[in-house]
Structure formats: structure tokens, C-alpha cells
């Protein structure tokens, strides 16, 4: 049986977060392109980026992370715990350039318990909607969060 | 950006995605930091580390997932277009030695006139470990009209 997520903490599912909105700067694709240590042009140069079909210069994959997103608001009757980044499962429809406005929300997707080694583990699946200033979704990413 | 093109027509399943070696310094760790905007004192301090049970300070998961990120965008080229990407941290990596993002191709087919090549991908440690294994989806261009 389950000691956390129980039937109502399950009816959070579906719950949203606010929303946050940010504008892309260029300074910022290219600080995150070098942090990562990504010298493609198409997150560096703009003059090289422009000759491509892209016309521009695009943010790197996971540039998303650096737009934090709003907190969720999970209510678990777990006194303590310890976190773990379980993974991201991210999928891409749109690039997202530099001036972009992107506004960002996530929403509880899943709540699962399952036994581990070290007592009841909790996975807690978000998943959160990068979308620009035309209305376009860029980017989903799943995430898994684990409490134990 | 990656050197060469891939084409569909290139591909086959069992093909090697090109490798990417990384050897992130706790310097690159902090940059990470102040770039991403994730300020976990596990990733540059190491007392904190220490005190919480840990070896060391450890790598960001998310900077081994833009790793395995720019393996792919390289991969995908200026033409071609990173459509998924998966990954689930397993293992611990620290600085100061060797990681090598990996893949290989596990299935082409062609979806709504896109061509699709799947691939698993890993990050693996100097001792040959799979501390970050994942997946991806590439959208690549093809020499033929569809």
C-alpha cells in the first residue's frame, strides 16, 4: 500500500502551475552555449547563423532550464525528505531565438510510490510547456523528480 | 557545429553517432551554475558535498544532459533538427576526468515526410560506466524527394 501518495494526493494530477513569461537574450544563449562548452555556431555567431535556414542565431537544446519554471505546488504528507533529478524527456517543435518571449507553465503529470532499497520512494513526473509569443509550443520537457 | 552533414541516406541502423569527449572542470561546473541559474551547493561546494554523503562536489544531471544535447544537435547538423531527447541520471560523475557522450542508431523511418533516425545514447564515465544512458530523435535531410 501506498504511505505517500495516496488516492487524494493522486488528485493533484493535472494540476498547473502559474505561468512565467521571459525574454530571450542573446548574452544569455551564448554564457549557456559556453558554459556547456557547445562552440556550434548557431548558439555563438550570428553572422554565421544568419546563412543558415534558421536566418539567425537559435538556443542550444537545454537552454530551457535557465527559464525557471514557476513552482509547482505539491501537497505530500512526507515529513522528510531527500531529492534526486531522475531525468528529463524533452521534445522540440520550434526553435527558440533570441527577443523570443517565452512563457513557461508546468503541470503535475504523474505521482507514483514504489519500494526502494532505502523505504518508499516517490516519482513525481512534471511536465513543463515552453511556448513563444506567436502561441507556438517550442518545447515540452518531462521531468522526474525522486523523494525519498 | 558538426563537421559534416549526415544525410538519411547515410545512415544505417547500427551507425555510430560521432563521440564527444568532455572533461568538465569544477570551473565549468560553476559557469553551469551561473548560466543555468541552478545554484545546488552539491555542484561547487565541497564541504557541503562531503556533508551531504557525497564524494565530492558532483556534475550538474542537467549539464550531462546538455552534453548529450550538443552530441546530438552535432549529429542532426544545420539541416537536420533535434525532435526528442531522453535521458535518466544513474550514476554520479565528478570533475576532473574523462566523460565521453555516445550513441548509435536504432531505427530509420520516414513520418509525415520527415525522415527519422532513433538512437540510444549514454554519457560514459572513464571507467566505462553508463551513468547517463537516454535517447534520441533526429530529423535529418534526405537527398531523395520524399
Redesign the interface.
Known amino acids: 500500500m501506498a504511505k505517500y501518495v495516496t488516492e487524494e494526493a493522486r488528485r493533484q494530477i493535472g494540476k498547473v502551475s502559474e505561468t512565467r513569461t521571459y525574454e530571450v537574450e542573446r548574452g ?1 544563449i551564448r ?2 552555449a ?5 562552440s ?3 548558439f555563438n555567431a550570428e553572422k554565421l547563423a544568419r546563412k ?3 536566418g539567425g542565431m537559435i538556443a ?3 537552454f530551457c ?2 527559464l ?1 519554471a514557476p513552482i509547482l505546488d505539491v501537497k505530500l504528507s512526507m515529513p522528510q525528505f531527500r531529492g ?9 517543435f520550434e526553435p527558440i531565438r533570441p527577443g523570443d518571449r517565452i512563457t513557461v507553465q508546468s503541470k503535475l503529470a504523474d505521482l507514483r510510490e514504489s519500494e526502494g532499497r532505502l523505504g518508499p520512494m516517490v516519482f513525481m513526473t512534471t511536465e513543463t510547456t515552453y511556448t513563444n509569443q506567436h502561441g507556438e509550443i517550442c518545447a515540452i520537457q518531462r521531468a522526474t523528480g525522486i523523494r525519498y | ?1 558538426a563537421s559534416k552533414q549526415f544525410y538519411f541516406e547515410d545512415i544505417e541502423v547500427g551507425s555510430e553517432v560521432p563521440p564527444l569527449e ?1 572533461e ?1 572542470s569544477t570551473q ?1 561546473l560553476v ?2 551554475a ?5 545554484f545546488y551547493q552539491i555542484h561547487y561546494d565541497k564541504d557541503f558535498a562531503l556533508k551531504n554523503n557525497l564524494p565530492g562536489v558532483i556534475i550538474h ?3 550531462k ?3 548529450l ?2 552530441l ?3 549529429f542532426a547538423g ?2 537536420g ?9 544513474r550514476g554520479m560523475d565528478q570533475p576532473g576526468s574523462k566523460v565521453v557522450c555516445k550513441g548509435r542508431v536504432t531505427r530509420k523511418y520516414v513520418e509525415s515526410g520527415n525522415h527519422m533516425v532513433d538512437c540510444e545514447i549514454w554519457l560514459e564515465n572513464s571507467r566505462g560506466e553508463k551513468t547517463t544512458p ?1 535517447s534520441a530523435t533526429v530529423v535529418l535531410p534526405s537527398r531523395s524527394p520524399s
Open positions: 544569455a554564457r549557456f559556453e558554459a556547456v562548452g557547445d556550434n555556431p548557431l543558415t535556414r534558421f542550444p537544446p537545454t532550464r535557465s525557471g534526486l533529478d531522475g531525468g528529463s524527456d524533452w521534445e522540440y | 557545429m568532455k568538465p565549468q559557469k553551469y551561473g548560466a543555468s541559474g541552478d544531471g542537467a549539464l544532459n546538455a552534453f544535447g550538443q546530438m544537435t552535432d544545420e539541416l533538427w533535434l525532435r526528442k531527447l531522453s535521458v535518466q541520471y537516454g
